[in-house]
């Protein structure tokens, strides 16, 4: 690659993905995790807002943190396609040169995220769980101390369906590109009233072949509950035994105002759909409570679950490997153990 | 109608997984399969080719070994299997091996490319798109199904919650979810003629308009820090008690952290 004038890039951008003129939740989970960056940097956070009549979204974005709102607002924006959602941000990048650039690992940013990279010619590094400026390398050869880069956006991710932590550099482009896993930042309190330096930026949309045309948008309907906002989440697994089974996890959530996710068996077992689903390939989630209830604690489910701030297991194979990310773990028989906990936390909580 | 599949031999995750001393993957070191979303997007070209006779045509990138994998592929029905392998290519992030399979595909007469979403080592899902931006191409990623309409392709691309069906004018680059079909099994007579069958190998000299700057290790703008095996957050208390005396346990951790 080309050699970069990389001292010219400045400051921390973050995509904010919308969809339907609404936000998604990563979008502010980008801007508190690029606030942190930016304060390390000593540098400030930009919000890349990428629609058609989508201004009206900066002053939310402000809230959560952003300094500056970039809107890039046109018509052929409106739906998602790669084409033109491309060259917006690439001709961002292109135009205000940050020397980070934040994107949501979803099934928009998963797409988006590639396409500029090579399209501004740097590196990518896709799902990161944890982000933070450092050197690199991480300790400089003896001697070499003066080849070693400082204020280095550190990526790391896990590989190898979880079975690996890869920590990514990109020392000598810019900017230092990620895509990170939604559920795993964590976003500011929004401040009521926050006003952001809003810049509107149109670089101009010509379609061409690469523009795709959209014959038709289904939306799924939505009927479960949204695991990744819940602060106390109920999770079964294989162990639960049947569909029905579930009434007493569902009874446990109830009284302590949680929500039933599960594990990839549960789903494959056609007991719960798969919204519900916890695990690398289901959501990552980070709820004040966790409760493991019949789950083995296979590492493609604790990949999505591990980081919750208190983890409870109940499992009557007091080696199953849940045991090992639990705080407090309960061997025993999950049909005995979660009707008593629910009714003694009735009985606590006076209901 | 010409198909270029892309497909990539990986480590099954199941397996053991091994580094080089440089914190790349020692890939020689491990257990190696088709990539499932790779497969898949064979199966579609393969399913295309039953129905209008087009001609398949399957790529790979790696070590001399990923041979087995276009074995494997022709034995499916795949017409012609090309490796690309060279060491100067090694160590290759997705963008040096995006610009490698780009420069491969010059080479080529395509109206379609596919390739898998993502592999399960790198989980990227980085390489279809890259390899679609040098190409200039129009690129439909999280295929879920598949539809040829004259010169354009119709797809069925997925999001969280919702699809867009989309329509593309051919050429075109598209990554496949292995959610879109069921692969078939190799043949008996499928595998005697894939036996026979050459693979053709191209080198370094045989990648068109690509510089030695935009390939292998050296070539790739991200570098690895640090690599290891996960460490397992450390375990916290664990009883085996009766149910009452369990619940009265976790009842009093509750009071303990104030949660009750």
């Known amino acids: ?183 795993v930042m964590q976003k500011i309190a929004p401040i009521a009233g926050a006003k952001a330096n809003v810049v509107e930026f149109n670089p101009g949309f010509t379609p061409n072949n690469r523009y795709v045309e959209i014959l038709n948008i289904v939306k799924a309907v939505k009927t479960t509950a ?24 569902e009874d446990l959530a109830e009284v302590l105002g949680g929500t039933v996710s599960c594990s990839r068996a549960v789903v494959e077992n056609g007991w719960l759909p798969v919204d519900l689903q916890v695990g690398q390939t289901g959501k990552t989630v980070r709820p004040q409570i966790y409760f493991a209830i ?58 | 109608m010409n198909i270029v599949v892309c497909i990539k031999q990986v480590p099954d995750t199941k397996g053991g997984v091994k580094f080089n001393p440089d914190g790349t993957l020692d890939r020689a070191a491990m257990l190696a399969i ?81 390739t898998g979403r993502q592999a399960i080592d790198g989980d990227t899902a980085q390489v279809g798109p890259q390899i679609a931006e040098h190409l200039g191409l129009p690129v439909i990623s999280y295929a879920a199904d598949i539809k040829i309409e004259g010169d354009s392709v119709v797809v069925k691309r997925q999001y969280e919650d919702r699809y867009h069906e989309l329509k593309a004018k051919m050429p075109c680059l598209i990554t496949a979810l292995s959610e879109l079909n069921v692969p078939r099994y190799m043949t008996p007579g499928g595998i005697f003629d894939a036996c026979d069958k050459e693979v053709t190998v191209w080198g370094r000299a045989d990648l068109k308009d690509v510089d030695d700057s935009d390939l292998g290790l050296k070539g790739s703008p991200t570098k690895i820090a640090k690599a290891s095996d996960k460490v397992a957050k450390g375990a916290g208390e664990k009883v085996n008690l009766d149910p009452t005396e369990s619940v009265n346990y976790l009842i009093g951790k509750f009071k303990e952290k104030h949660i009750i």
């Not at chain 1, 990949?303 to 639990?326: C, Q």
């Open chain 1, 1 to 183: 690659m080309n050699k970069m004038a990389l001292e010219e890039y400045k400051g921390v951008f973050v995509f904010a993905q919308q969809v339907d003129n609404v936000l998604d939740g990563v979008a502010f989970e980008l801007l508190g995790k690029g606030k942190d960056l930016a304060k390390d940097l000593g540098t400030d956070v930009t919000a890349v807002l990428i629609g058609s009549e989508v201004k009206g979204l900066a002053d939310q974005l402000a809230e959560y943190g952003a300094d500056r709102v970039i809107v890039v607002d046109d018509p052929e924006l409106k739906e998602y396609r790669t084409e033109p959602y491309a060259h917006a941000l690439a001709s961002v990048i292109n135009e205000y040169k940050p020397e980070i650039m934040l994107v949501g690992a979803t099934a928009i940013g998963r797409d988006l995220g590639p396409t500029v990279s090579a399209r501004v010619k740097t590196g990518l590094t896709a799902d990161c769980t944890s982000l933070e400026i450092g050197d690199f390398p991480l300790v400089a050869a003896p001697g070499k101390e003066d080849e070693q880069k400082h204020n280095q956006l550190l990526m790391t991710r896990p590989a190898f369906g979880g079975n690996t932590i890869a920590t990514i550099a990109c020392p000598d482009n810019r900017p230092q590109m990620a895509t990170v896993r939604p559920g």
């Open chain 1, 226 to 249: 949204n695991i990744m906002e819940a602060k106390i989440l109920v999770s079964g697994g294989r162990g639960v035994g049947s569909k029905e089974n579930f009434k007493l996890l």
């Open chain 1, 294 to 351: 019949g789950i083995s604690g296979a590492i493609q489910h604790v990949a999505g679950m591990e980081d919750s701030d208190l983890i409870i297991a109940i499992n009557k194979d007091e080696d199953a490997p849940i045991f090992d990310v639990a705080d407090y773990g309960l061997v025993g028989d999950l049909n005995k153990i979660v009707p008593a906990l629910t009714a003694a936390l009735k009985a606590e909580l006076g209901k």
């Open chain 2, 34 to 114: 088709m990539n499932p979303d790779d497969k898949a997007g064979l199966e579609a070209a393969l399913r295309i080719k039953d129905e209008t006779g087009a001609k398949v045509t399957v790529l790979t990138m790696g070590l001399p070994k990923a041979d087995a994998v276009l074995r494997e592929a022709m034995a499916m029905g795949a017409d012609e299997a090309i490796l690309v392998t060279d060491r100067v290519l090694g160590g290759a992030d997705t963008w040096a091996t995006s610009t490698t399979i780009a420069g491969a595909l010059r080479n080529l007469d395509y109206d379609l490319i596919i």
